[in-house]
Structures are given as structure tokens and as C-alpha cells.
């Protein structure tokens, strides 16, 4: 049974409709990234998960249970963590406050799960008492990673993780990425860098006008000649 | 002297409960996202209690002032779940509208229920100042009135900054979708903000009531330097709130010393003009406050 699985989903904001019938799977342990040109419905899609989205139609399933409509409250209780692409961290808040935040839900004692974050993100340790706002944008984006990592989430939801950052910090989020997929959560990746994220993931969607175009094995996609002239610069 | 004990000392107590109403103001901004017309009335509301408090108990002041701050959130609360809860998604300008509907209902509450005619605390005592140094003249009420304020900023001071709630309250104040998003319970943290913000309201209305009179207009007179210390601050900044309130009640009682010859630098009558220039010009030159809050 997939962990997170939508069928044939519909729905958009306000009156329109963006997204057109859209079927994503991620199998437990899987990183899955989703490509395809702007205005496709990729980081769309990823939100009507997290219930931000008026649903038309279909249903989306959290291992085998129905939280199609779910106010992204219940989403988070879950235990499905988004990370979206923009206003992803509270920039008043020190690094520490952040992570704090995204242990908000929890009952129990969060901090050696703050000690494994750092664990993870090095830089962060150090700028603990920093606020947010000061930090580099690839340093944010690991606090907003961070955050949703403080539940130990059962699925994890990544809109563009890598946009806007340098080279440098692309490819450490990338390997970042790779090793949290590999501690055993799976991931749900909304990519524009599709040359890379292919390159890391199990498997991939390309979606085209809110609809699932193609869908296969990270690499074959990436060597597909059709899907290369598209989106990889040939 | 004259300067200390009549200028400066009354500007510092006047500074203390602009500042408790303006943190209040600010909040209430920061987290609901509209500027809240009817603060004013949640002083008035927590004076009047303490009012009725003093004559059925005999107590002093400060020892009803905290069933008067709960009681004021309460209230607050209750206008919360009724008046602005409907319009938790609509534009500021239609909450700010209903803040000021809110405004006019509960002043003519206190109107009907307590009269229209000033009262005190302390009918007919006059208080002696502490004299030190043989000059310096300093009202016990005045010391009590900093102190407790200063407090109370304290107290804020730590719910902000380390518990759970404080801590989500600024969460919130930062990104109310993305607080949504990590699970925070939106809702809880509102009432959250009406208890606090009401609670200080009501303990600015009280040192205002006990320092002067009370009367039902005194909520309402109070908007304008509470916003006015907001704005300098930096509004949605509690920390700004705090200094705003004092730099405006220290500029209101020090534009009527005599700065220059022996006549008042600007007639007593002008004091509450201070505030509204203060506020005009940071709008101007500065409008995120000293302390680089939100503009839209």
C-alpha cells in the first residue's frame, strides 16, 4: 500500500480549476520527484494534500485512510510535513524557535530530535539564537527542512526546495534531501532543477495542464529523449 | 526640581499606561492583523470593574486589579467569539469597521450600567507626596503605578519569550498560513492574545482611573496616544509598544514645561496634540516604527 496516494484529483482556487485529474503514488521508503513546466499544477497538486486547495474531484489517501479535504491541521496531525517553497520559516523567530515551532503538536520531550536536526544541518547548531531573517537563503531553507523534520514525519512534502539558491547550496540541499529519503521517510518532491532531482529520486511525474503526462524511474526519465527536450535543455 | 516633579515624573507614570495599552494594540495588530478601535473601551470596561470591585469589597486598587484583568479578558473573549470571529478571513478594513461598532456598544454598556458622571477611587482624600532629598516629591500611587507596570511588562516579557504559547503568539505574528501549517492551533493562540492584550488594558485603565478620575470618555481619549506609542514602536512590536508608550507620555508632559522663558513651550490643553504629531510624522519619515514592524 502506497504511503501517500492521490487519485485522480481535481481542483484549483476560486472558480478554476488547475489541476485535472492527477494520480500521484509514493511507496514507503520512495523519494518521488514531480517536473514539469510552470503552471503545470506541480506545487498545486502538493497542496491539495495539505487541504489549501478547493478539490473538484478525486481522492487522496494517507496509507490506505481517506484525508481527502482535511484542514491542513489534522494534515499536520497526520503526520504529513509540507515545506513550501516561499514564506517557509518565521523570520523573527531564532533557528532554535523554529524548530521548536515544528515540534508544536508534539506531546512528548522534543529535544533529541532537535539534537539529531542539528545532526543533520551543522550550520544550524551554530546560529541557534539567531533570527531567521538574518540567515542566507540556503541556510533558511534548512531551518524550513529542519521544522518539518521536528515531527519525524510519515511523509514529506518538498515544493522547490533548491529554488533561488547558488550551486553550492543546491547540491548540498540535494544530498540533504537524499540522506533524510534514506533515514526511511519518504518524500514528495517539487522540482525545477529536474536534471538533478531525477538524477536522486526512485521515481518521477512529469505533469503538463494539470494532468499527469508521464511517470517512470528517475533515470529512465532522465534519459527519455522527449522528456529531455522539454525540460533538460536537450 | 519643578521639571523632575511635575514634568517628568507625571510623564513617566502617564508613559507606563500608554505603554501597557499600546503592547495590547500591538499585539491584537500583529496576530488578528487589524487595528483595534475599541482597546480603549477594554480600559474603560477594566476600571469600571475595579470600580464596583473597591465598593463592594473596600479593598485597595491593586488587590482587585487582577479579577479586574480577568474579568477584562473575559470580556474580551466573549466580543472575540461574537464580533470578530465572523470576519476571522475578511479584509482588516471591515474588522477595523466592527472594532469601532464595538467600541460605540461597550462605552454605552458602561454608560448604562455606571452612569455618565466622573468618579473616583478615592472620593474626597487627598493624597501628600513622599518628599526626599527635600525637594524631590514622588506619590506613593506613582511608584506603585510603575512598578506594577513594569511588572507586567516583565511578565509579558517572559510568556513571549519562553513559553510554548508566546513563542507560537510571535509564530503567528510572523505567518499566520505557515503557523496553520506547522499545527498550531490558530484559534487558541487568538484568545490567547485577547487575555493578554485585555488583561493590560485593564491595568492601564485602572492606573489611569486611580491616578486621575474615571470617566466613560477616558477609553476612547486613550486611542490615540496607545496608537500613537504603537505606530513609534513599531507596530506589531511588543517590545516597541512598550518604549512608544513611554517617549509619548514623556513627550506629552515635558511640551508644556517652560523650554524657553517662563511660559509653556505649548499650552497643557495641547498635550494630547503631541501624540497625534508624533504619530503623523513617524508615518512619514519612518512608518515600520523604531522598532521595524509591519506596513502595508
Redesign the interface.
Known sequence: MPVLELNNVSGGYGEVDILHGVSLQIARGELVVVIGPNGAGKSTAMKAV?GLLRLSGGTINLDGEDITGME??QV??KGVC?V?QT???????SVE?NL???A??REDDFRPRLQEIYQIFPPLREKRKQKVGFLSGGQRQMVAMG?ALM?EPRILLLDEPTAGLSPIYRNQIFDIVKEINDSGIPILMVEQNAKQSLAVADRGYVLVDGQNRTDGKGLDLLNDPEIAEMFLGG | MDFINFYFLPGIVLGSIYALGAIGVSLVFGILRFANFSHGELMLIGAYITYSLLHFTGLHPLAVLPIAMIFTGVVALGIDHVFYRPFRTSKATIVIVASFGVALMARSAVQIIWGVDPVSYSPGQIQKPIVLFDSLRIFSKHIWIVSCAIVLMLTIHVILTYT?TG??M??M???T?????????TEKIVRATWLLGAALAASAGVFLAWDTHLHTMMGFYMLLPMFAAAILGGIGQPYGAMVGGLVIGLAEELSSYPWIGGEPLLPPAYKGGVAFAVMVMMLIWRPSGLFRGRVF
Not at chain 1, 514564506?87 to 523567530?93: C, K, W, Y
Not at chain 2, 503557523?179 to 498550531?184: M, Q, S
Open positions: 495539505f491542513p491541521a499536520v496531525r509540507y513550501p514564506n517557509n520559516v518565521f523570520p523573527t523567530l524557535e521548536e515551532m515544528g508544536y503538536i521544522k515531527l | 510554548k513563542k507560537a510571535r509564530a505574528s510572523d505567518s498560513e505557515l503557523a496553520r501549517l506547522t499545527g498550531i492551533e
